[in-house]
C-alpha cells in the first residue's frame, strides 16, 4: 500500500476509534449521572422513535446519495471543480423532505404510539415522554441532513474531516450533560443530542460551503431520478428499521420487571456494539469497495475467495472478543461504569443482561461484513427476506426467553436473533459465491466458534478460582481478575489454534488487505487516493 493511502487510511481509522472512545464517555457520564434510575428508563422510552427512525434515514441517505452524487460528480467537469449542483439538488430535497415528513408524523401521533409502551407510566409521566418524543424528533431532520452532507463530502474524497463530525456531536453531548444535568435533569441528555447534532451539522456545513453549494440552489423535489431513488432505498430502509427495532420489543417486555431494566439493557447494548462499531466497521469499510470492483465479473471467483477470507478474520478477530466479555460481564461493567448513581445494583443489572449479549459480538462482526457483500452482489431482497424472519423469531423468542429466565432472556433473545441473522447469510452467500475448498472453510469457522465455547467454560473456571484470591470490587482485584481473565483466553485460543492447525489463518488475514489494495492501486490510480 503506497505511503500516502496508508497513512490517510490510519487517519480515518483513528477519528473513528476516537470518536466511538468519545461516544462511550458519553455513555459513562450518563451512567454516572442517572445510573439504572426509573428517570433514565422514561427518557429511553421516549426516544425510541426518534433515534430508530434518525438511524433508518441516515444509513439509508448515505448508501443511496454517495453512488448517486459520484455518478453526477464524474458528469461534471472535473472533481477539483464546483459540481453541477442543480443536479444534486433534487435528491437532496427529496431525502430531506422525506425526513421532515418522518418527524412530523412522530410529533403529531406520539400521544397515539406511545401509549404501546408508556401505558404503564402515571399520567404526569406519560406526557414527560410524549414530550421528550416530540422534541427529539427534530433529530430526524438533523441526522438526514448531516448523512447528506457527509455523503458529499465521502465523495469528494474528504473522509477525515467528516469523520471528526462525530467526535464534535460526542464532545458537545458530554458537555451538555455536565453542565446542564442539575438544572434541566433528564432534559440535558436531549439538549446534548439535538445540540450535538445541530453543531455537528454546522460543522460539516463550514467544509461543504467551500463547493459553493448555493450557487445553483433548486426547489425541485422529484426529477427523472427520484422515481430509481425511491425504489433502491425502499429495501435498505426496510432491512434497517426491521434490524433496528429489535429494542422496540426490548423496551416494551422489560417493563414488566420494575426500575432500571431498561437502562441496563441500553448499557448492554453500548458496551456489546463497541467492538463492532471499532473493529467490525473498519474491516467493513476495507472490504467494501473490494467487494464491489469483484461483483462486476460475474463469475469469477475473486468476490467469492475475498469474502471467505474476510469472514475468516472477522471471526478470528470476534470470537475472543466475545468469549472475554462473556466471563469477564460483571467486571467489566464494574470498571467501566460504577461511579455515581451507577451503583451496586446497576452493576448486577447491566452484567446479568451482558452476559447473555456476548454471543452478539461474533454475529454482528459476521452480520458487517456479509451484509456488504449482499448489498455489492445485488442480493438486497435476499437480505430483506433473512431480516424478516428473524424478526418473527426475535419476537417470539424476547417474550418465551423472558418468561422462562427474566429479563436476561430478553438479551438472550437478541443474541439468538443475531446469531440467526449471520448465520443465515453465510449460508447464502457460501451458496452464492464461487470460492474453492467451501467445505474447509465452514469448518474453519465452526472449530474456531467451538474453541469460543471452550474458552468460556475454562474462563468460568478460571474465573471462580481467582474470585478465592481477588475477593473485592476494588480497583486492584478487578484489573487483576480482568488481566489474568484476559491472559486465559489469550492462551487457551492460540493453543487451539495452533493444535487444529489453524493458527496460519491468523498471519495470512493481515497480509491479505493490504495485498488485494495494492493490486487494485496499481491498476486503478486514481482510485488509489482516498
Known sequence: MPPRTAKAVFSVATVLLISRLLGFVREIVIADVFGTSAQYDLYLVAIMLPALLSAVLSF?????????????????????????WSALWPAINLTVL????????????????????????????????????????????????????????????IFTYSAAGYLVYNAFCVAAIVVFHQQFSIGAVAIGLLGGLAVQNIYLLLKVLSFKPFEKLTARVFDVNSKAILATGGVIILVEFINRSYFLIDRYVAQQFGEGIISALNYGQVLIQLPDSIIGLAIGVVVFPIFSDASNKPGSSRFGELYRKAITGVVLLAVPIAAYFMV?????????LHRGQFDNNSVELTANILMPYAPSIVALFITSTSIRACYSGGWGKQVLLFAAVIFAIKFAATFILAEIVGYGGISAATSLSHVGFAGLML???????????????????????LLGVLMVLIG??????????????????????????????VVVYWLGLSLLGLKSLFWSYLKWPAANAEKREDSEPDSAQL
Request: aromatic share 12%; glycine share 6%.
Open 60 to 84: 439509508a441517505s448515505v448508501y443511496l446519495l454517495v453512488p448517486y452524487f459520484s455518478r453526477k460528480l464524474e458528469n461534471a467537469t472535473g472533481r477539483e471543480q464546483a459540481a453541477d
Open 98 to 157: 422525506v425526513a421532515v415528513g418522518v418527524a412530523a408524523l412522530i410529533a403529531l401521533f406520539a400521544p397515539l404510539i406511545m401509549k404501546i409502551w408508556g401505558g404503564g407510566y402515571l399520567e404526569t409521566e406519560f406526557g414527560d415522554i410524549v414530550f421528550y418524543c416530540r422534541v427529539t424528533s427534530a433529530m430526524v431532520i438533523l441526522g438526514t441532513t448531516e448523512a447528506c452532507m457527509r455523503a458529499y463530502l465521502n465523495v469528494r474524497r
Open 328 to 336: 469477564a460481564s460483571s467486571d467489566l461493567v464494574h470498571l467501566l
Open 427 to 449: 449460508m447464502f452467500l457460501s451458496k452464492r459465491l464461487v470460492f474453492g475448498d467451501k467445505p474447509r472453510f465452514l469448518y474453519n469457522i465452526i472449530v474456531m466458534i
Open 460 to 489: 468460568n473456571a478460571v474465573g471462580n478460582f481467582l474470585s478465592r484470591y481477588f475477593e473485592s470490587y476494588g480497583i486492584t482485584d478487578v484489573l487483576a481478575r480482568l488481566a489474568l481473565l484476559a491472559l486465559c483466553v
